[in-house]
């Protein structure tokens, strides 16, 4: 699309610059999908927690509708479709932070974040009607200061409900998630996990919100993606927002960084001489978002590697997952990133 002109491109750098990523003047006023135009969008994606390719896929746009959204434009309320945006995830910020249990920090306005608001504003004296308008919003507004620097609700009790989990592989319910190019991994690990005595459902569907509805349809405890990739580096991403993180998403992602170090090192380390590192990040992709369960994706690099790791692999992720189920709380190693 570089060098390109279109009266959509027009819209793209209207919203861009309202999610603080200025266009240069010369190609907004040219409408040009230009280099400049790629720069800002790549900035866009990785503030987001977006895959970084400095194109507008549906993710990216719908980010970027949800970005133009702040608290107080717009009544919000449980609706069908769902209201999703900025202004969502900063009314569950809120009212998280003053012990209101809205859900995850999503920006998806579903049952709980209207539970939570009806909640708050029995509390607060008003009418319990689950519409955040402008009165509901002043009220939470005023109450600012009291929600600084306080870890929301649903954080805390999600490690409870770790810490209350079963221990072991048995009867637990994982989603293993394939993107293409991952087929072998998948059915190894998914083996291996149901020889262990867990109930696996494998999903082979490239659409994000596809595999998320399915395995929220399934009631997953866990669910793990697998997608290979183009790069030199493998990553696990976990669900994390502005002052949100997902604390069993968190410690998996880590058990599995680790499992993909070892399982990679003597193959890579060998043909390289360089040293194994999987990053492990907090990120909003649709299928992190999703998921109402611990969600971890594992993108894997270099492709010749992973195919000659494949058997490797498989063991040490149903390791993970297994040392993770032992003792889902454990924060030894976790640094949120």
């Known amino acids: 699309m570089t060098g390109s002109e279109d009266p959509t491109i027009h819209d793209l750098h209207r919203r861009l610059a309202e999610a603080g990523h200025p266009v240069d003047r010369h190609e907004v006023v040219d409408g040009l999908f230009g280099p400049d135009t790629i720069r800002a969008l790549l900035a866009f994606q990785a503030e987001r927690g977006l895959d970084e390719h400095g194109t507008v896929d549906n993710a990216t746009h719908a980010a970027l509708v949800e970005a133009g959204h702040r608290l107080g434009d717009r009544h919000l309320y449980l609706h ?138 399934f009631d997953a405890d866990i669910y793990l993606g697998l997608r290979l990739e183009n790069h030199s580096q493998c990553r696990t991403d976990y669900f994390a927002t502005k002052g949100f993180h997902s604390e069993g998403g968190l410690r998996l992602a880590r058990r599995c960084a680790e499992a993909l170090d070892q399982a990679l090192r003597i193959h890579l380390e060998a043909a390289t001489h360089t040293t194994v590192r999987t990053l492990c990040t907090g990120r909003r992709l649709p299928i992190l978002r999703q998921t109402r369960m611990p969600a971890v994706l594992c993108t894997l690099a270099p492709a010749s590697t992973v195919v000659l790791a494949t058997a490797e692999i498989a063991d040490n992720l149903a390791g993970a997952i297994t040392n993770w189920l032992a003792d889902p709380t454990d924060d030894r190693t976790i640094t949120p990133g």
């Open 80 to 217: 069908a479709p769902m209201f999703r945006g900025d202004d969502v995830a900063d009314l569950q910020l809120r009212l998280g932070g003053l012990g209101f249990d809205a859900g995850r920090i999503d920006g998806i306005l579903g049952p709980d974040t209207t539970s939570a608001i009806m909640e708050f504003q029995r509390n607060v004296g008003l009418a319990a009607d689950g519409i955040a308008g402008p009165l509901t919003v002043d009220n939470l507004r005023r109450l600012l200061g009291r929600t600084t620097g306080r870890r929301p609700v649903v954080q805390v009790r999600e490690l409870d409900r770790l810490r209350r989990g079963r221990p072991d592989l048995a009867d637990q319910r994982i989603a293993i998630g394939e993107f293409g190019g991952t087929a072998a991994l998948a059915t190894a690990l998914t083996r291996i996990l149901r020889a262990r005595g867990a109930n696996v459902l494998k999903v082979d569907q490239p659409d994000e919100a596809l595999q998320a509805g399915t395995a929220n349809d």
